[in-house]
């Protein structure tokens, strides 16, 4: 298995732009987590999907993100508009069985907004 | 949301030496996890703990769950340059993650 897999892995941006980060999860796991890495906040959870369906969306900073995951095989994360302080890898992962299970990663995108 | 605390915070030291790297909670976990990041690669799990007192050994790498179940500490013997990267521990189950320990083994 390839893994997870994201693109792009690298992106650069101007403020007020659209972004959209995509990811593609282990072929027959059920779980996808997006997160955001950065070095003031470490990794935080963005939002976690089951089958298909948006569980957790409590760490979306705010309305200008978005994610969705249209079938088992493919998910987004959307920033509209982004802003320079969205700067930041964002990485996908995806479990099976969701929590208390392993959750792989992908390689993650680094994501600059000049 | 629970918070886990890592320390330290940077960690710097020879090859061949032994460190010992902590993570804390004030509150319980169900489980704990810890993974280990490289520059350029997402996390990847080395080892998840679920019972209060439990040791698990990878290799070089020894694991210890707390008998409150609050802490967890990883300690590793005999370093080697491949040890470097950043250690974080996870509450597997709110997907919480702490900051981190970033440790360079220098040859």
């Known amino acids: 298995d390839a893994g997870v897999i994201q693109s792009p892995r690298h992106e650069v941006t101007e403020m007020g732009q659209e972004v959209t980060l995509r990811c593609k999860p282990i072929?027959?796991?059920?779980?996808l987590f997006w997160y955001r890495q950065t070095m003031m906040r470490g990794l935080e959870l963005l939002i976690y999907?089951?089958?298909?369906?948006?569980?957790?969306d409590s760490g979306m900073p705010e309305d200008r993100f978005s994610a969705k995951m249209p079938n088992a095989s493919f998910s987004t994360l959307k920033i509209q508009p982004s802003e320079p302080r969205d700067s930041a890898v964002y990485f996908c992962?995806?479990?099976?069985?969701?929590?208390?299970?392993?959750?792989?990663f992908g390689q993650g995108t680094r994501l600059t907004v000049v | 949301t629970q918070l886990l605390e890592q320390s330290p915070q940077f960690l710097s030291i020879q090859e061949g030496e032994n460190l010992t790297v902590y993570c804390n909670s004030s509150?319980?976990?169900?489980?704990l996890q810890w993974y280990r990041q490289e520059p350029g690669e997402g996390p990847v799990l080395l080892v998840t703990?679920?019972?209060?007192?439990e040791v698990k050994k990878l290799k070089r790498l020894t694991f210890q769950f707390g008998d409150a179940r609050k802490d967890s500490s990883l300690h590793i013997t005999a370093a080697q340059p491949g040890d470097t990267g950043l250690y974080l521990c996870?509450?597997?189950?709110?997907?919480?993650f702490g900051s981190g320990t970033q440790l360079t083994v220098l040859p």
């Open positions: 992962a995806s479990s099976f069985g969701g929590l208390n299970t392993e959750a792989f």
């Open positions: 072929s027959g796991h059920n779980s």
């Open positions: 999907f089951n089958n298909n369906v948006p569980i957790d």
């Open positions: 509150s319980v976990f169900s489980s």
């Open positions: 703990v679920v019972t209060g007192g």
């Open positions: 996870s509450s597997a189950r709110q997907l919480t």
